[in-house]
């Protein structure tokens, strides 16, 4: 089941999946509500109360006509809106690695990137006016679905909510300037593009192998496969989950592959004014435009 997050017809922001191809059920909606249990209809609660349970119920529901409505006319926000954080994996492409001839990490190299840098679909990308040299990642994203702690690899897939696909967008001078600490460098507000939906994980039979491909106005920069990952994603469920407690809502994001933008000839860094779109096989298209600001500085 594909999962979504929207704005509804009362201007509040609510779950809903989609069917067919291009129609969305809202989930809100009052017709649904003796059917929600006191549940919100948020993908939030979903994960918290065990997503693929939610799925099996909402399978089995009528389809309310008045509760559809076109996919490509609803305002989506990220599938899970302000996760408690984001866990990157850097280095995790053996495409990217042999391009930048460098041998693969003994051990996940892993960062961590605030909940509240995250964005929606057609949501500006933000970059600060003072910050240089801002790269682009387009990855496939891990959504954990329940508490884990301590999890072995052979069970760790049974953690899995889904995939969602997501741009990791960067600030590499900072990174530079900083020495290689990516704290700065990865938690610029509204730098972390996630969407447009979320797959429950038996909708994808082999997140090993997808495609992933991100362009900037039009122009393929980066195409690779989720079957060159160093570390595949149990073995980054189990790495992390042994150095920190991972939470349902909280995402995985598993590596990028080659062709990022300081690997141009110029560099590709992004641009006020361009628009970026990451495709990740199964889970949809990724559009955002890049503009100049931050939220803090607009009020």
Excluded at 119 to 131: K, Q
Excluded at 214 to 224: F, M, N, P, W, Y
Aim: aromatic share 8%.
């Amino acid at each position: 089941m594909r999962f979504v997050t929207f704005l509804n017809q009362q201007q509040q922001a609510v779950a809903g999946v989609v069917i067919e191809a291009d129609k969305v059920l809202d989930l809100s909606h009052a017709f649904y509500q003796p059917y929600l249990q006191n549940t919100p209809a948020e993908v939030m609660s979903f994960l918290r109360e065990g997503i693929d349970l939610w799925a099996s119920r909402i399978a089995s529901w009528p389809i309310h006509s008045p509760a559809l409505h076109d996919l490509k006319g609803l305002q989506l926000f990220a599938p899970v809106p302000t996760p408690g954080k984001i866990i990157g994996a850097a280095y995790n492409y053996r495409d990217a690695l042999a391009e930048r001839n460098t041998p693969a990490p003994a051990e996940p190299f892993i960062f961590f990137r605030s909940g509240h840098t995250t964005i929606g679909p057609d949501a500006p990308i933000l970059i600060p006016p003072d910050v240089n040299a801002v790269g682009y990642e387009g990855e496939l994203a891990v959504v954990i679905g329940k508490t884990a702690m301590f999890v072995g690899e052979q069970d760790a897939t049974r953690y899995i909510a889904g995939y969602v696909a997501h741009n990791d967008v960067s600030g590499s001078g900072l990174i530079k300037a900083d020495g290689g600490n990516f704290v700065r460098g990865k938690n610029m507000p509204a730098t972390a593009p996630c969407g447009p939906w979320l797959a429950t994980h038996d909708e994808i039979a082999d997140p090993n192998n997808l495609s992933i491909e991100l362009e900037v106005d039009g122009k393929l920069l980066q195409s690779g496969n989720t079957k060159d990952l160093v570390f595949k994603i149990p073995q980054l469920i189990s790495y992390i989950s042994h150095r920190y407690p991972l939470f349902p809502g909280d995402i995985i994001a598993t590596g990028t592959p080659a062709g990022t933008a300081a690997s141009h000839n110029p560099p590709a860094w992004l641009a006020p004014g361009q628009v970026v779109t990451v495709r990740v096989a199964q889970l949809g298209s990724l559009r955002n435009p890049i503009s100049q600001g931050s939220p803090f500085l607009e009020h």
